[in-house]
């Protein structure tokens, strides 16, 4: 079973840029496709962006297309999230998931693992 950590959230201005990480733990990370989701406050929680196993394939939410870049490193065993040209709409708690199926979903059911989460405030 792995556990994932998130980390690098925070308070920034609409128009900067920050960057997530995600940690895995007690697993081996290059089984699992990796998805990151996030919850604005009042609202659902939503896909963001996806990664598969080997990290040659990526997806975005139309939302995210051309402002955010997923990434991964299998020998840290970490995902990245950098999120570029942001929007107080990108407010939320984002949280990385890991799933075993053969490929990554925009569905969260379409993942086992999930981190706690970490928070993202963009001001106007």
């Known amino acids: 079973q792995v556990q994932l950590e998130e980390s690098g959230g925070g308070l920034v201005q609409a128009g900067g840029s920050l960057r997530l990480s995600c940690a895995a733990s007690?697993?081996?990370?290059?089984?699992?496709?990796m998805g990151w989701f996030r919850q604005p406050p009042g609202k659902e929680r939503e896909f963001v962006a996806a990664i598969r196993r080997s990290g040659g394939i990526t997806y975005y939410a139309d939302s995210v297309q051309g402002r955010f870049t997923m990434s991964r490193d299998n020998v840290k065993s970490t995902v990245y999230l950098q999120m570029n040209s942001l929007k107080p709409e990108d407010t939320a708690v984002y949280y990385c998931?890991?799933?075993?199926?053969?490929?990554?979903?925009?569905?969260?059911?379409?993942?086992?693992?999930w981190g706690q989460g970490t928070q993202v405030t963009v001001s106007s």
């Open positions: 998931a890991a799933g075993v199926a053969l490929r990554p979903g925009t569905s969260a059911r379409s993942y086992d693992y």
């Open positions: 007690g697993g081996t990370f290059s089984y699992y496709h």
